[in-house]
């Protein structure tokens, strides 16, 4: 019983390290969706009723939260440990921070009382007017004959079957009140969102596994997108946690000053989310005129190890050509190799380049493939669509860049930093500068070119849909990550763009998912072996619905607008708690 209790002591922390652990099985290779809806109550249970012995309060709720998000961050992202494992400690070091900002703003809008509550009397009750006559004695000063009847009334049952005997100061809790909860869900919904909008943008930013990405394989749940991005789905799932905190903190209040009172800010939770079904039912009803595209997607499956070697540069050529052979016997419009195809730069003096050429004019077809672009200043992770036999290119240059991946932040200004993942990336590559829309040869088709993990990015993919973009075209490596979650994350992470825009996407891997989605956000196609499994060589060949229209979504039009509107509110609610917190302490 001892230990049992050494335990309990350290519940909040225990809680925290739940919100992780759940946060993390909402996404692959688990994929436990349904717990967004839950995995926040741990950690706003312990900051809101614990603690309360600290002197100061606010940074055990700083505390708590950062080991939540060190948790979750170390936990979700574990498979970057194949790649680099400073780097995988790094990133969880900082974005645990995001956490900790949340759980200090929820510290800060504790909900308090707005009276003192006196507790509970735990004796046996003696009888009505013994009941009463204690609590007279107890509030110190004789009650009215009318207030006298009210606390028999609202006593009398309980008195009657033995219940303990509570005061109604109770019912000045602000834990009663519908709307107090519903505002409080409100505002703690939209600090979460900020924070979520902070982690997509600082040093560049990485919005993978957001809360509301946890429902990517929810159709229904997902179509509002079009108008908020994911933030609207990671405001309803953070609002839907906290009012089922409070809904559970009013039941217990309410079991001791009967009866139950219906619970308007739970019922509107609910019909929060019912109100997502029945708007992503109406929309994907919708139709619009359509072009079919026949598409075929490679994916090699070419070791991290082979695919920059030189020594192996006859075969990886020798097996584009014997996959391609195998994708244009469906006679497609458009082929596609994965990112960085090839193994040196692509430049006319380089063999890659030779025999990207030789291949474009033997075939006719069009074809989009990742390759590594190089000028005086530096070399560029990029793209090509050669059209036309190879009398034209179009070239696009990486805009966003892979933090430690493709280079280091402050390389030059945190020598240290430098230093401990300087072997993983020895030198950055360049920043591309233009959102560049291709145009494909023969069809009114104009592709978006995303590389690696830029379908995983709302704001960017919006400016080639608003560029004129009517298909999203991915080339990406996932091989880097081996066999691990990091390849499904991705694809969760990147269904969300073909909603927000309405334009389905293409993706080709040399390792990960080669896919086809379309635009509400439903994979039609994947490429699997037959043991079912993603890491396999292959193609995949089939037709895509692209949309003759050019008509944009408001997401299109407005971008993170939703997300920009939370972090208002957020930090108008900060301001106003820094007031009232500064005049309180002048007061005392």
Known sequence: MKEWMKVLRFWPWLAAISTGLMSTACFAPFNLWWLCWVALTPLLTAVWFSGADWKRRWQRDLLLGYVAGLTFFWSVFSWLTTVTVPGWILVGLYMGVYFAMWTWFCGLLRPRPRAAVEPVVEKEPEGLDAVTRRLIEKRGASLSEETRRRLVRDMEEQVRFGAPAVDPALRNSPWLSNVRNVVLAFFIACAWVTVELLRANVFSGWGWNMLGSALHAQWALIQIVEYTGVAGLSFVAAFVNVILVVTVRRLMLEMQVKPVKPHFDFVFGMLLVMGLVAYGIRAVQKTEATRTLRVSAVQPNIPREQKFNQEFAALTFGQFTRLSQIGLQSDPDLLLWPESSLPDVVLPETDSYRFVMDFARATKVDLLLGIIDQDERAAYNAALLVTEG????????????????????????????????????????????????????????????????????????????????????????????????????????????????????????????????????????????????????????????????????????HGEIFAQASAGVTAVAVLFLAVGLVRRRRAE
């Not at 709302?458 to 560029?467: A, Y």
């Not at 994350?489 to 073909?498: K, P, S």
């Not at 334009?503 to 039609?524: D, E, H, K, L, Q």
């Open 390 to 557: 190879g009398a034209r290119t179009q070239g696009y240059r990486k805009l966003h860049l892979v933090p430690f991946g493709e280079y280091v932040p402050g390389r030059h200004t945190l020598p240290g930093l430098a230093r401990i993942v300087g072997d993983q990336v020895p030198e950055d590559f360049g920043f591309g500068q233009e959102h560049t829309v291709f145009r494909m040869s023969k069809h009114d088709v104009q592709l978006a070119p995303l590389i690696c993990f830029e379908d995983t990015i709302g704001e960017l993919t919006r400016h080639f849909v608003r560029g004129g973009a009517n298909l999203l075209a991915n080339v990406t490596n996932d091989g880097w990550f081996k066999e691990s979650a990091g390849s499904q994350q991705h694809l969760a992470n990147a269904v969300f763009r073909c909603v927000e825009t309405r334009r389905p996407m293409v993706r080709s891997a040399n390792t990960g998912v080669t896919c086809f989605i379309n635009r509400y956000g439903r994979i039609t196609q994947v490429l699997l072996d037959e043991n079912g499994s993603q890491f396999t060589e292959g193609v995949l060949s089939g037709h895509v619905a692209v949309p003759l229209t050019r008509s944009q979504t408001f997401y299109v039009q």
